[in-house]
């Protein structure tokens, strides 16, 4: 019997983004049931709260999830926590593949026992310079923080902007407020065309430096955010500040179709963010114990990349699962698109939506791209 774990907050300072990934699960393994489960057998779910990173929650739960006897887990859903979980992971033989872990390297060294359905920061750069270079701006600024993620996203903007007629001129680090008259000026000493602020979050720094860059002309179309300092600025900065300002978000926005089974599960469901990952962790999970003809943590390790690189494309665990009948080899392509994992159980293709700032500095969906 194939037995999910989840791994989700449910309480503590993220947990209002619990709810949508255990609708993900439950949507998921419905479908897996009504398809005929795994073996003949009905896929069981067990669920436990991760907490947020500040106590020792994780922890706590993983082991109650060992001692159920589970051989996968969806989740956790933070970076941090999955860094710390990991070598629990491995020594139990137990996979975790994470709907919202987005920090590079998370799976380096994870001998195949961690993937992801949300693609890692770094690959933001693909998709901004494929976005940057259609708008036509050729020559292009960076500003970045000191932390690790942000700087990540340099060598995949350098290569996408190379790859489509463009190019990187400028990298600027702020690292605290004082820096950023500097980094400014260094910016529009290159005159770019476009500034990309990669920022880690939507504090005190970023709110000065998007000022300061308004006030020196790369404003509106001409200033794009990334999904770590992408916020309701409505009450924190004047408004107007950001009006036409873009921003890229992992993920995508699934539709109404997707949503009406969440709903399903939990009538009650407000924000979806993560959901589709979940959904689609979930299925992968399943396709991988078929691939590899048992349901031992190892053996699904063993086949999460293979059930989503090359092979027959399908696009549900019951079209998935009637193809493997007969031939070995599948691309699961489901609600978050194609994701192609790598040797680090990371997606080499993802979907984010753009977004745009209105004048009173909030941003809404405009369109939907892959990167």
């Not at 589970?70 to 979980?85: C, K, N, T, Y």
């Not at 890692?120 to 750069?125: N, R």
């Not at 400014?184 to 290159?190: D, L, N």
């Not at 469901?269 to 943590?297: F, K, N």
């Amino acid at each position: 019997m194939l037995r999910i774990g989840t791994l989700f907050p449910t309480t503590g300072a993220t947990s209002f983004l619990g709810a949508a990934q255990v609708a993900g699960v439950n949507a998921a393994v419905r479908e897996i049931n009504a398809a005929g489960g795994f073996d003949g057998a009905p896929v069981e779910v067990v669920n436990r709260d991760s907490g947020d990173a500040t106590t020792e929650k994780a922890e706590e739960s993983f082991a109650a999830l060992v001692e159920k006897g589970v051989d996968v887990i969806i989740g956790p859903s933070s970076s941090v926590l999955a860094e710390r979980l990991l070598p629990r992971a491995i020594e139990a033989g137990i996979p975790l593949i994470s709907p919202a872990a987005t920090y590079p390297g998370v799976g380096t060294d994870a001998e195949g026992f961690f993937a992801r359905t949300v693609p890692a920061y770094p690959l933001q750069g693909v998709a901004l310079g494929e976005l940057l270079t259609a708008q036509k701006a050729a020559e292009v600024a960076l500003v970045v923080g000191t932390d690790d993620v942000s700087g990540s996203i340099t060598p995949t903007l350098t290569e996408s902007l190379s790859a489509n007629g463009g190019e990187l001129v400028v990298t600027a680090t702020v690292a605290d407020a004082a820096a950023v008259a500097s980094a400014v000026s260094k910016v529009t000493t290159a005159k770019p065309d476009a500034v990309v602020l990669a920022t880690p979050d939507n504090g005190d720094v970023t709110k000065a430096l998007i000022t300061a860059l308004v006030k020196a002309g790369y404003g509106g179309t001409k200033l794009w955010l990334t999904s770590q300092n992408l916020a309701d600025y409505s009450q924190a900065l004047p408004a107007g500040t950001l009006k036409d300002v873009n921003g890229v978000l992992e993920g995508g926005r699934p539709d109404d179709a997707f949503i009406a089974k969440l709903k399903v599960e939990d009538p009650g469901l407000g924000d979806v963010r993560y959901a589709a990952e979940a959904y689609d962790a979930t299925v992968i999970a399943a396709l991988a114990a078929i691939l590899a003809h048992d349901d031992g943590g190892a053996s699904i390790a063993w086949k999460l990349g293979a059930v989503t690189q090359e092979g027959i494309r399908c696009s549900s665990f019951g079209e998935c699962a009637d193809v493997l009948s007969t031939e070995p080899d599948i691309a699961y392509e489901g609600v978050v698109g194609p994701l192609r994992f790598d040797a680090a159980g990371d997606p080499t293709r993802a979907r984010y939506d753009v977004l745009t700032y209105n004048g009173e500095n909030k941003a809404a969906r405009t369109a939907t791209t892959e990167g």
